[in-house]
């Protein structure tokens, strides 16, 4: 039972603007297809074979970083997945945006720019501000219905998320509504056994917070990523910090510095770490080195070793329930992929209850030829999906249940 609506209350043939996140990794420059287009297809298609003409909006990256890129690769992959055509424009809310708009036919879909390309998406704002920016004020009068179904984005304030349900009826799609229903109930729903959390990935920020949060209902953690770098580094060890060009580290260190120091001292028994790490060698291969063997940092860690993947694994096959949050290396990479399929292997073998959340870690179950049946739940979100488990509200969710209740 949900709070707003969704595209089954959408009348027929509309002008409608639809926000997907397909935020998905990026290598040389190009996006890499992921279960976001295949999850969102659905959406697309369902709206494009209403007879809707079909506007989508998304972001790629954050700005400063490398994987803040333009969506047109993104339109050629969900064209794939929706099985019609995906035009592209690579403009936002500009004349050419908008004369593209207007050219649209029923059942077409176009894909406008990287939302985080304009100015009004971005900078801290209420609701009511960003319904008040040029970005939503010159779009919104364009469409008849917004659509959100960037669950995976819905725990950012961004006007694209919570600036359009101010100015249209605004609806749910398919993912916005069918993970907010799995991962509400993950929320309120009591296990007899252990319950274990796999925490990896880059987003430490993200994660340190919710490992505080779930203190009480979390009885293990087992930590990898730049997460767990970070945790070795406040637990004495030489490690947690950039070398060379990496910009991982410090940034979130500072940030997260007391908050790390003060989870670790409260929950240090329940906390797992690393006790050996894998880099590059000189000669290209993986090299592998025992955490209490590190003098200094010179190298970039990209994954756990195998003793640490040998002590999680006894922890997984005893837990009720296990949750994991980003990957323990940079599996994109099979050199370093064995920390974070071995976990998953693990879960898998498993029968307790397993949901593998985030973007980027969920595309590792196919990648190593394991199957989405093998876990409970395989989330696409990652920032909302953890926020959901510790029952925070989510900003776009509660902006589709205010339109809901304003009409
Ligand atoms: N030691 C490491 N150094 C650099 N990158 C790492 C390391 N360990 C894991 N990663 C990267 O973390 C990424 C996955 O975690 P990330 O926090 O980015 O996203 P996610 O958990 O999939 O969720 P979201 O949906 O929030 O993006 C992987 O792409 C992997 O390459
Ligand atoms: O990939 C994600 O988790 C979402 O798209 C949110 O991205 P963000 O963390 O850059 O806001």
């Known amino acids: 039972m949900t709070d707003f609506d969704t595209i089954d209350d959408l009348p027929t043939d509309k002008r409608v603007l639809v926000r997907l996140d397909l935020n998905s990794p990026v290598e040389d420059g190009e996006p890499q297809d992921n279960r976001r287009f295949e999850r969102h297809a659905r959406t697309v298609r369902e709206l494009a074979e ?8 998304a972001h790629q990256g954050r700005p400063g970083r490398d994987d803040f890129t333009t969506l047109a690769g993104h ?12 035009a592209f424009v690579a403009d936002t809310y500009g004349d050419e945006a908008l004369d ?27 609701p009511e501000e960003k319904a008040a920016t040029e970005f939503v004020e010159t779009l919104a009068p364009r469409f008849d219905a917004y659509v959100n179904d ?35 109930a993950i929320a309120t729903r009591e296990f007899d056994g252990p319950v274990t959390m796999v925490v990896g990935g880059t987003k430490a920020t993200d994660v340190i917070g919710v490992m505080d949060a779930l203190d009480e209902k979390v009885d293990r ?13 406040a637990a004495g060890h030489p490690v947690g910090h950039d070398v060379g060009e990496m910009d991982l580290f410090d940034e979130q260190w500072e940030r997260n510095r007391e908050l790390i120091e003060s989870v670790l001292d409260e929950r240090g028994d329940a906390i797992r770490l690393a006790s050996d790490l894998a880099y590059e060698g000189p000669d290209g291969d993986r090299a592998e080195v025992a955490v209490d063997d590190i003098d200094e940092k010179t190298e970039g860690y990209l994954d756990v070793g195998p003793e640490t993947v040998a002590d999680y694994e006894p ?28 976990v998953l292997e693990a879960i898998a073998e498993t029968d307790c209850f397993s949901v593998v959340g985030g973007g980027d870690t969920s595309r590792a179950i196919e990648m190593y030829g394991m ?34 209740k304003r009409e």
């Open 50 to 57: 209403a007879g809707h003409r079909v506007v989508l909006m």
């Open 371 to 404: 199957s989405e049946d093998e876990f409970s739940h395989v989330s696409i979100a990652g920032g909302a999906y953890i926020r959901a488990l510790t029952g925070e509200p989510l900003p776009a969710v509660e902006a589709l249940e205010a339109a809901a």
């Open 221 to 233: 953690f087992l930590l990898g990523g730049v997460a767990g770098e970070l945790f070795l580094r």
């Open 150 to 184: 960037a669950y995976s984005a819905a725990h950012r304030k961004h006007a694209s998320l919570v600036g359009f349900p101010l100015a249209l009826p605004s609806y749910a799609g398919r993912v916005m509504e069918t993970e907010y229903e799995a991962n509400t």
């Open 75 to 86: 339109a050629a992959i969900l064209a794939d997945h929706v099985g019609r055509d995906v």
């Open 315 to 342: 922890a997984i096959r005893e837990s009720d329930a296990v949750f994991v949050k980003g990957a323990l290396g940079v599996f994109e990479d099979e050199r370093f992929a064995d920390g974070t399929v071995g």
């Open 100 to 126: 593209a708009i207007d050219a649209l036919g029923a059942g077409e879909v176009l894909l406008l720019e990287n939302t985080r390309m304009c100015d009004g998406e971005l900078p801290k704002e209420s």
